[in-house]
């Protein structure tokens, strides 16, 4: 309770105020636990910079050669969806063959000198820019909406299992259990298999084999909200909403979720980095995206014989992928770093610049002080970051 | 313990038969099985498709089908005592896979299949895990030191990046350029300077301590790096590699010290003589090797060797090591196996030159997991070049990718634990650092680790789809990708059967491990 009454305090016992604070609690009072996230994720360059890499490529990709849409039309035959195509502002499409430049060579000379076939063209002059483009759009299109669906299904179904225990709790665990036993791989490539067989489906392209993609891929999603919800019914700030007479869905919806939720958006960044790799690896392996539509994993199948003679048939949709992958990442290192309760200090001396920076120069900002002894720390969340190794040293 | 085992054992059972029932209807369902003969103009179409459908009972539905399928695996567990050829001479006798489209039968076709897949997968597995481990451990004592900076960086790159990407970027740089170098092996001097530089600051990074320390660290490194090139490269070693008595000696003594500073310390008298007569009589045993190690001789004899080895060098710490005997057995174990394993890689160097002339200078295979022309009868040793040459580049594509995983998690795990009090009481009491770590931390921080490992095996199958399509292996993962673009179910669903029920006994295991391992969990 003192604790409570010194953040009233008037302005007079300030400075005693401070004086008991650590630097990075002064940082935070009189800030909501939003502003703090928000504040913490701002400020951490990796993540920003990621996200402004990954903005660019969104507006580019999608803006240059256009998008597909399905359109329902009634022919002959009843019902059918045809594909619209709404042209963007490059001047090739991803199908047509144009007449070769410079024995396909890639005529991008520098930022703004692109020339006519920027990433070059294959055998029968289709412009790989055009093509990348397209399969980078398929990409980012399964990575949004197999992120969001994966998440939304692992979220229903962990949190009624870790909400309502006992039999709800071991039926949709076994569930679980059971769609785990299929490898990822393995089941996403006979949904793929469907998807592309399905006139109906392939007329919706990446979008359907995105939902289908989806519907099989919540399961570690439902394993770690599972435990999040486990751990926070057993609150204090629970019983209390019980007590007052509040609802189940209302103690989901209000008192546990919200809690939840920093766990949540961090373990979406990594399903759709994992949706970006996986999208490529079905689509290498021919169960993913189908011809004629093109995608960047199909892309690389299919000119990898030709490695020797035109390695940028395989170096650009390559570079692509790693891209988002890498900037998706980053995003989701910040965003752990930014909700991590156990880190009390902003992060700013972190992120791709500075480990870069100190990979070079070879060393740690203000740690090197610290005999081995002490600067070894906590650390809970076994993922990328370095940042519960912070709270721990703060901690102490 | 055994309620715990049996009731899971049932669930696990129940879980496998409705993945495979789940299967086999959505692969029967995505697309029609006769689609390439219903396309096709062959004046006998109709014949061609009634014979499948009675071949492959199409005309039953999916689910029916299932259970017949079921039904020949099942088969397993029918006992027939008159037939002497089954597992323990009764069972196995009815199991039968099916036949696939072409009308063979499956069973056969997946037992190699399995083996060669198998061999991939666990080679990789367990260097991934050994090295992954070794990484993260370094990594977490050497935490915010630009090699700790580095190679998280790395992970994040790893991370990102496609297996297939890597693996054809290995086929096209590592397999085409480390060919070309050994045609003509010579390292020009700035390249030979760069290497060594860099090994001896990753050295330096990884041991840390004071700047005298490092420093020295780093030029005895880099010197020794450049002088080992300069030799190899001076003797030709790279087209006629091989060891010899003094270079096993040598190495075997490495590992001595190796494994003593990791467990005893250096400074332990008893264990170092012990380890390193090990060593050194491991060395000198080469001579009458040579005559040992013919080319008539089969498999067994390697097993023989590197067992025979083991069960002596633990015999040798067991009955010299005295009050410390069992830590002293197992190091002696350890550095005979390796003293082994070094005759037998000799023996494989050996062939070498012959190898290369066999497959016209181009050693570093990219395609297939063995060689078609071998002569008529290959020796056991050249059998065993041609192999690792073949499982170098798919092995690392597979690995890369876990070790980035493995060592993260271990770093995180080994850091958790390193904060934890009854670590700080270890060293208050004096126990040295090498114990605490590695006695104390890292047996505490490797139970998660196992249970990482043991989930990952299902992803790390599957994952082999990928990496057998680039390197062309007739593989688990070809009849895969094969019968699911025909839509060939018997074989797809051997697949699967192995597949999944590797993955729910991995994770039974885990699960027990976990409990063996882990007190608190047993408990609750």
């Known amino acids: 309770m003192s604790n409570l009454n010194e953040t009233n305090a008037p302005v007079a016992h300030t400075a005693e105020l401070n004086a008991e604070l650590s630097i990075e609690q002064r940082e935070v009072v009189g800030l909501s636990q939003g502003q703090i996230v928000r504040r913490r994720f701002f400020r951490h360059k990796g993540a920003m910079v990621s996200l402004a890499v990954l903005a660019l490529i969104i507006?580019?990709?999608?803006?240059?050669?256009?998008?597909?849409?399905?359109?329902?039309?009634?022919?002959?035959?009843?019902?059918?969806?045809?594909?619209?195509?709404l042209p963007g502002w490059w001047m090739w499409n991803w199908t047509e063959p144009t007449p070769i430049v410079d024995g396909g060579n890639p005529t991008i000379k520098g930022l703004f000198d692109w020339g006519v076939h920027p990433f070059g063209q294959d055998e029968v002059g289709r412009d790989i820019f055009a093509a990348v483009m397209r399969g980078t759009q398929q990409s980012l299109t399964v990575m949004f909406i197999y992120g969001i669906l994966a998440a939304f299904f692992g979220v229903l179904v962990g949190g009624l299992a870790g909400y309502f225990r006992g039999w709800v709790d071991n039926a949709l665990m076994r569930l679980t259990d059971l769609f785990l036993v299929i490898p990822t791989l393995v089941f996403a490539a006979v949904l793929g298999q469907l998807a592309g067989n399905n006139p109906f489906m392939k007329s919706f392209g990446a979008v359907s084999l995105a939902i289908l993609l989806g519907l099989v891929g919540w399961m570690s999603?439902?394993?770690?909200?599972?435990?999040?919800?486990?751990?926070?019914?057993?609150?204090?700030?629970?019983?209390?909403?019980?007590?007052?007479?509040?609802?189940?869905?209302?103690?989901?919806?209000?008192?546990?979720?919200?809690?939840?939720?920093?766990?949540?958006?961090?373990?979406?960044?990594?399903?759709?980095?994992?949706?970006?790799?996986?999208?490529?690896?079905?689509?290498?392996?021919?169960?993913?995206?189908?011809?004629?539509?093109?995608?960047?994993?199909?892309?690389?199948n299919e000119y990898q014989g030709a490695f020797a003679t035109r390695p940028w048939l395989f170096w650009f949709p390559g570079i692509f992928i790693i891209a988002i992958a890498l900037c998706i990442n980053f995003i989701g290192d910040g965003l752990r770093d930014a909700f991590d309760p156990r880190q009390k200090r902003m992060p700013n001396d972190r992120g791709l610049w500075s480990i870069l920076k100190r990979a070079v120069t070879g060393r740690g900002p203000k740690h090197e002080v610290l005999t081995p002894t002490e600067s070894i720390h906590v650390l809970g969340d076994p993922g990328l970051d370095e940042s519960a190794g912070d709270a721990g040293e703060k901690k102490r | 313990?055994?309620?715990?085992?049996?009731?899971?054992?049932?669930?696990?059972?129940?879980?496998?038969?409705?993945?495979?029932?789940?299967?086999?209807?959505?692969?029967?369902?995505?697309?029609?099985?006769?689609?390439?003969?219903?396309?096709?103009?062959a004046p006998n179409k109709q014949q061609l498709i009634d014979a499948r459908v009675a071949l492959l009972d199409l005309d039953v539905p999916p689910p029916a089908r299932f259970f017949m399928w079921l039904g020949g695996i099942l088969g397993f567990f029918v006992p027939r005592f008159d037939d002497p050829n089954g597992l323990f001479g009764f069972l196995g006798n009815h199991f039968d896979m099916g036949v696939n489209v072409l009308g063979q039968d499956v069973g056969p076709i997946m037992s190699t299949a399995v083996q060669q897949t198998l061999q991939l997968v666990l080679g990789a597995t367990l260097l991934a895990v050994v090295i992954g481990v070794a990484v993260g451990v370094s990594t977490a004592l050497r935490q915010y030191s630009g090699y700790d900076y580095t190679v998280t960086f790395l992970a994040f790159l790893t991370y990102?990046?496609?297996?297939?990407?890597?693996?054809?970027?290995?086929?096209?740089?590592?397999?085409?350029?480390?060919?070309?170098?050994?045609?003509?092996?010579?390292?020009?001097?700035?390249?030979?300077?760069?290497?060594?530089?860099?090994?001896g600051f990753i050295t330096m990074s990884i041991i840390g301590g004071a700047i005298r320390t490092r420093l020295l660290v780093f030029g005895g490194m880099t010197v020794a790096t450049a002088v080992v090139l300069f030799l190899l490269q001076a003797l030709d070693w790279f087209r006629h590699p091989g060891l010899g008595t003094a270079m096993i000696i040598v190495l075997g003594l490495i590992a001595a010290a190796i494994v003593a500073g990791l467990t005893v310390g250096i400074r332990h008298r008893k264990n170092l003589i012990i380890t390193g007569a090990i060593a050194v009589v491991?060395?000198?045993?080469?001579?009458?090797?040579?005559?040992?190690?013919?080319?008539?001789?089969?498999?067994?004899?390697?097993?023989?060797?590197?067992?025979?080895?083991?069960?002596?060098?633990?015999?040798?710490?067991?009955?010299?090591?005295?009050?410390?005997?069992?830590?002293?057995?197992?190091?002696?174990?350890?550095?005979?196996?390796?003293?082994?394993?070094?005759?037998?890689?000799?023996?494989?160097?050996?062939?070498?030159?012959?190898?290369?002339?066999?497959?016209?200078?181009?050693?570093?295979?990219?395609?297939?997991?063995?060689?078609?022309?071998?002569?008529?009868d290959p020796s056991i040793w050249l059998q065993m070049l041609d192999g690792f040459t073949h499982l170098l580049l798919p092995t690392i594509a597979i690995m890369v990718i876990s070790v980035a995983s493995y060592s993260r998690y271990t770093r995180a795990s080994l850091l958790e634990v390193m904060n934890q009090d009854y670590i700080r009481t270890a060293r208050a009491k004096g126990l040295p650092e090498r114990t605490v770590v590695m006695r104390h931390a890292l047996r505490n921080s490797l139970i998660p680790i196992t249970t990482i490992v043991a989930a990952d095996v299902g992803a790390v199958i599957s994952g082999a789809i990928i990496t057998e399509q680039i390197f062309a292996w007739k593989a688990m993962g070809s009849i895969f990708t094969e019968s699911l673009n025909h839509v060939d179910l018997n074989p797809l669903m051997g697949y699967m059967l192995i597949t999944a029920s590797l993955t729910v006994i991995f994770n039974l295991i885990a699960d027990l491990l976990y409990s063996a391992l882990d007190p608190r969990i047993r408990r609750a």
């Open chain 2, 282 to 376: 491991g060395g000198a045993l080469w001579y009458p090797m040579q005559y040992a190690m013919t080319n008539q001789i089969g498999p067994w004899f390697v097993w023989v060797l590197v067992l025979g080895f083991i069960a002596l060098g633990w015999g040798a710490g067991r009955i010299f090591g005295g009050i410390e005997k069992r830590q002293i057995a197992i190091n002696g174990g350890i550095v005979a196996g390796v003293s082994a394993a070094l005759l037998v890689i000799d023996r494989v160097m050996q062939v070498f030159p012959e190898y290369s002339k066999q497959t016209n200078g181009r050693p570093i295979a990219t395609v297939g997991a063995q060689s078609p022309q071998l002569g008529s």
């Open chain 1, 221 to 300: 999603m439902a394993r770690l909200v599972r435990g999040e919800f486990l751990s926070l019914r057993e609150r204090e700030f629970v019983d209390a909403a019980r007590v007052a007479g509040a609802s189940d869905m209302r103690i989901i919806f209000r008192h546990i979720l919200p809690n939840a939720l920093g766990v949540v958006i961090v373990a979406t960044t990594l399903l759709m980095s994992a949706a970006i790799i996986l999208e490529a690896a079905l689509s290498f392996i021919g169960f993913g995206i189908q011809k004629p539509d093109v995608s960047l994993g199909q892309i690389v």
């Open chain 2, 1 to 41: 313990m055994l309620r715990l085992i049996l009731r899971r054992l049932i669930v696990s059972i129940f879980i496998l038969l409705a993945a495979l029932f789940i299967v086999y209807n959505l692969v029967a369902i995505s697309k029609d099985p006769l689609q390439d003969l219903i396309e096709s103009t």
């Open chain 1, 59 to 85: 507006l580019l990709v999608f803006s240059s050669v256009g998008i597909v849409i399905p359109w329902p039309e009634w022919g002959a035959d009843g019902f059918s969806f045809a594909q619209i195509h």
């Open chain 2, 160 to 199: 990102s990046l496609p297996v297939f990407f890597l693996a054809v970027l290995l086929k096209q740089y590592l397999a085409i350029s480390f060919n070309d170098f050994l045609n003509k092996p010579d390292i020009p001097i700035p390249m030979l300077l760069l290497s060594s530089v860099i090994v």
